[in-house]
C-alpha cells in the first residue's frame, strides 16, 4: 500500500494595517521623489534634466499600464500598446519644448500648450485610424474613448509638473515649485489619515472610500495648510511671488484636491474590483497609487501660478 504524505499547511503573511500601508506608501513616496528631486537640485543641468525626463517617462509608462489593466477588468476595449506609446511621446514632446529642443518659444508657457493640443488632435485621428483596421473590434468608440481617457488622466496631466518645474518667468525656481506641490500635497494625505484614525466618525463617500471621513477631510485641510505656510516661510524668495496670503489659498486648494484626486483613483479601483492599481510595490499598491493625488494637484498649481502668482 502506498504512503500517502500530508502536504505542509501554507502559510500567507498577516494582512497589512491600514496604518503600516499609509506608512509604506509614504515612504514609498517619499524615497521615490527623494531621489528625483536630489538630482534636480544637483546644479548639473544635464542631470537634472536627465533624470527629470527618465522618471516622467517610467511614471508615464507604469501609470498608463496599470491604467488600462483597470479597465480590462472592466472588460473593457482599449488600444493598450497604442495608448503607452502615445503617453511617452506626449511626455518626451513636452520636456523636449520646455527646454528649447523643439522649435518654440520657452518663454511663453502656452507654446508648450500649442504642441499639446497639436499632438491630441493627431493622437485621437489616429485613433480613429487604428479602428479602421481592426479586425475584430466592433466597439470602435468605447476603445477610443477609454484609450484617450487614459492618455488624459496619466500623462497629460503629469506634464503640469513639467510645466511647473521649466515656468519661463521663474527660471531656476520652478524646481522649488516641485517640490512645494509634493509636499503640501502628501502632507495632505498624512492629516487625513491622523485626523481620520483618531477621531474620524463620519463618512465621506463610503461606496467610494470606506475609511474617509469629513474629520479627517478637516485634518487633511488644516495640516496641509499649515504645511504649505511653513514651507513657503522656509523658501523665502525662492518661490517667485508666493505671500502668506497666496501660502493659506494654495494649502486649501491643493489639499482639497488631494482628497478629491484620491477618491477618483478609488472609483477606478473599486469599479474593476480591485483594491490597489498594481503590484509595483508590495504590500502597498502600483504607481497610480502613488500618484493620484499628485495627478490631480499639478494642474491646479500651475494655473495658480501662471494666472495668480505671475500674472
Given at each position: 500500500?502506498?504512503e ?8 500567507t503573511?498577516?494582512?497589512l494595517?491600514k496604518?503600516?500601508v499609509?506608512?509604506r506608501?509614504?515612504t ?11 538630482a ?7 542631470i537634472s534634466n ?8 517610467l511614471l508615464t509608462?507604469?501609470g ?5 489593466d483597470?479597465v ?5 476595449v ?13 511626455i518626451a ?12 518659444n520657452?518663454?511663453?508657457p ?5 504642441f499639446?493640443s497639436?499632438f491630441?488632435?493627431?493622437?485621437v485621428?489616429g485613433?480613429?485610424?487604428r479602428?479602421?483596421?481592426?479586425k ?9 474613448s477609454?484609450?484617450?481617457f487614459?492618455?488624459?488622466y496619466?500623462p ?6 513639467q510645466?511647473?518645474q521649466f ?8 524646481t522649488f ?12 494625505d ?5 485626523v ?13 472610500s470606506p475609511g474617509?471621513t ?12 499649515g ?8 523658501a523665502?524668495?525662492?518661490l ?9 489659498i494654495?494649502?486649501?486648494?491643493l ?8 477618491l477618483?483613483?478609488s472609483?477606478f ?14 504590500g ?7 500618484l493620484?493625488s499628485l495627478?490631480?494637484?499639478a ?7 501662471r ?5
Open positions: 500500500m502506498a500517502t504524505t500530508t502536504p505542509p499547511p501554507t502559510t503573511a498577516p494582512a494595517s496604518g503600516q499609509f506608512v506608501r509614504l514609498s513616496t517619499a524615497i521615490l521623489w527623494s531621489i528625483v528631486l536630489t534636480m537640485f544637483s546644479g548639473n543641468e544635464l536627465g533624470v527629470f525626463l527618465a522618471l516622467m517617462l509608462w507604469v498608463l499600464t496599470e491604467f488600462y483597470l480590462a477588468k472592466r472588460d473593457l482599449c488600444f493598450k500598446p497604442w495608448g503607452i506609446l502615445g503617453g511617452v511621446l506626449l514632446g513636452t520636456f523636449f519644448a520646455l527646454t528649447g529642443v523643439l522649435p518654440v520657452r518663454e511663453l502656452g507654446k508648450a500648450n500649442d499639446e497639436s491630441l488632435i493627431l493622437f485621428l485613433l480613429c485610424v479602428q479602421f483596421v481592426a475584430s473590434n466592433t466597439a470602435g468608440i468605447l476603445a477610443i477609454t484609450t484617450l487614459g492618455l488624459m496619466v497629460w496631466l503629469l506634464n503640469f509638473i510645466k511647473i515656468f519661463p518667468f521663474v527660471t531656476g525656481k520652478g515649485y516641485v517640490l512645494y506641490f509634493i509636499v503640501v500635497t502628501k502632507f495632505s498624512v492629516g487625513a489619515y491622523c481620520g484614525s483618531l477621531i474620524g466618525r463620519h463618512k465621506m463617500i463610503p461606496r467610494i474617509k469629513w474629520e479627517g477631510f478637516g485634518g487633511a485641510i488644516v495640516v496641509s495648510t504645511a504649505s505656510v511653513v514651507f513657503a516661510h522656509l523665502g524668495e525662492r517667485y511671488g508666493m505671500t502668506l496670503t497666496h501660502a493659506v494654495l494649502g486649501v486648494v489639499s482639497v484636491g488631494a482628497v478629491i484626486g484620491d477618483i483613483e472609483l479601483k473599486r469599479e474593476a474590483g480591485l483594491k490597489d492599481s498594481g503590484t509595483l510595490f508590495p502597498i499598491g502600483g504607481i497610480l497609487d502613488l493620484d495627478l490631480f494637484n494642474p491646479l498649481m500651475y494655473l495658480y501660478l494666472h495668480v502668482l505671475t500674472r
